[in-house]
Nanobody, 120 residues
Framework: EVQLQASGGGLVQAGGSLRVSCAVS????????IGWFRQAPGKEQEGVVC????????YYADSVKGRFTISKDNARNTMYLQMNSLKPEDTAVYYC?????????????WGQGTLVTVSS
């Protein structure tokens, strides 16, 4: 069974950077599309980024394009979301996901979420 464990959230000032991580067990990256969703207080979940080696494509939400970067370490089965130039509106709980096809709200594998707070 695939399990995801997110970590690395915290408090950062606007303009700063933060990297969140997601350790994946029970599966390998090549078998899944992987990515991140986020949910800000009082708002619906939003897809942030998704990448698929088999599909050969990566999607970034317009709101984070140019500021956020997804990467993965196959040897450690860990993916990362590097977040730069953070804004208060990036404040949210960030969830990593894995899906055999593509990242969606009904993807079968989710991490527990890690809170990122950006102060103004």
């Amino acid at each position: 069974e695939v399990q995801l464990q997110a970590s690395g959230g915290g408090l950062v000032q606007a303009g700063g950077s933060l990297r969140v991580s997601c350790a994946v067990s029970g599966g390998t990256f090549d078998d899944y599309a992987i990515g991140w969703f986020r949910q800000a207080p009082g708002k619906e979940q939003e897809g942030v980024v998704c990448t698929s080696s088999s599909a050969g494509r990566t999607y970034y939400a317009d709101s984070v394009k140019g500021r956020f970067t997804i990467s993965k370490d196959n040897a450690r089965n860990t993916m990362y979301l590097q977040m730069n130039s953070l804004k208060p509106e990036d404040t949210a709980v960030y969830y990593c996901v894995a899906d055999p096809i593509w990242c969606t709200l009904i993807s079968p594998h989710w991490g527990q979420g890690t809170l990122v707070t950006v102060s103004s």
